[in-house]
């Protein structure tokens, strides 16, 4: 009778009473089927079928229903273990992610501990590789490092030196990695044509000119001045030396003691293009869409001296600085593109066999510019 105990709330899942028979009278009293059964000492006497049926009945009812239960309950137990195996596991991948932070602190702080005193301040020290948690905090350190690093170079740079050096660094951002040589591992005189040494035989002359004009226009400084074989209205190319101050740029004749052939404001200018070879060519673009096509020359003193970056430089270093302003400037791979009197030109450049010196010659669209085979 005992199989029948599911179907007695006091019976299930195990009976609390003094003995079985209680048992088996309290499942028969829950049903009432008192007048149909007889205790023996051992054994319950049924009447009729209809009791075992009935019991049978019941208890085929609540086997699923049990079986549901039991299924619950087992799943809510292997849920609540699947769930302290995953806090387990996040426990002991955030104690690692913290070790692994904190390590790399460690490394970092063990190689960079002395690099105020190294000669190059810490810049051949090799960063540890960072863990994925600190991927940007890394690159934030990393830039970090280098402004102190560059801070520390340039306060050691003699205040003399630091108007080349920004003249450079314009120079290196405008160009943009797009000219091989630039110049850069040179000094910069940036007047040359007052230099002795570059110009020994006219320095003089452009010395008492470049007074003349600066007690004339007021300028303050010299920005840049060379000799540069030029293309004229006629579109045949002279010898010509370029003077390019703070206020205004001046196309001087050499050969008549620099002669003022024309000034232009330097506000007039609108751009650079150059070009990403060797030759010395460079466009000076204005806003009345008559640019300056010219190639600079070498001087005496160094024959095969790239002056283009230091052009570049010099002015767009002027503009940031006084102007505050940006000079933009372009880098050409193929030809250059300009204006004339409002016309558009294209300027090219090849190699000529038994050329001496660079020189401009006309070309169906434009210009080319013949440079000396190397």
Not at 7 to 22: G, I, K, Q, V
Not at 92 to 114: D, L, N, P, Q, T
Not at 149 to 158: D, F, G, M, T, Y
Not at 255 to 260: A, E, L
Request: aromatic residues 10%; charged residues 25%; proline residues 5%.
């Amino acid at each position: 009778m005992l199989r029948y105990k599911m179907t007695c709330e006091y019976t299930w899942p195990n009976h609390l009473m003094a003995t079985d028979r209680e048992a088996v009278e309290a499942i028969i009293t829950q049903h009432g089927f008192q007048g149909d059964v007889a205790y023996g000492q051992t054994k319950l006497f049924v009447r009729t079928p209809r009791t075992l049926f009935t019991l049978e009945q019941e208890r085929a009812t609540l086997v699923p229903i049990l079986v549901l239960f039991l299924q619950k309950v087992w799943r809510g137990a292997l849920a609540r273990l699947r769930c302290r195996r995953m806090r387990a596991i996040y426990t002991i991948m955030g104690c690692y992610k913290r070790y692994k932070v904190k390590a790399h602190f460690w490394e970092v702080e063990r190689r960079f501990a002395s690099v105020r005193t190294m000669p190059d301040y810490g810049k051949s020290v090799e960063w540890p590789a960072p863990p994925a948690a600190l991927a940007q905090f890394h690159s934030i350190t990393t830039m970090l490092h280098r402004r102190w690093w560059a801070r520390q170079i340039v306060k050691n740079i003699p205040p003399s030196d630091m108007l080349e050096v920004r003249a450079k660094v314009a120079a290196l951002t405008s160009l943009s990695g797009e000219r091989k040589d630039w110049g850069v591992g040179r000094a910069w005189e940036r007047d040359y044509l007052s230099n002795a040494r570059d110009s020994p035989h006219t320095s003089a002359a452009f010395i008492r000119v470049s007074k003349e004009l600066k007690n004339k226009d007021g300028y303050g400084q010299v920005v840049f001045s060379a000799f540069c074989r030029k293309m004229n209205r006629f579109n045949k190319s002279t010898d010509r030396a370029l003077l390019i101050t703070d206020k205004f740029v001046y196309k001087l004749e050499p050969k008549k003691q620099y002669k003022v052939l024309k000034r232009l404001p330097l506000d007039s200018f609108t751009g650079l293009s150059v070009t990403s070879g060797a030759d010395q060519m460079v466009a000076l673009h204005m806003s009345s869409q008559d640019d300056v096509l010219l190639c600079l020359q070498q001087g005496e003193l160094c024959p095969n001296q790239d002056r283009v970056g230091e052009l570049v430089g010099a002015l767009v270093d002027h503009f940031i600085r006084i102007r505050k302003a940006l000079l933009p400037v372009k880098v050409c791979r193929s030809a250059l593109q300009l204006h004339m009197r409002g016309k558009p030109k294209n300027v090219t450049v090849e190699t000529k066999p038994g050329q001496n010196v660079a020189d401009f010659k006309k070309s169906k669209d434009g210009f080319i510019l013949l440079v000396p085979e190397k």
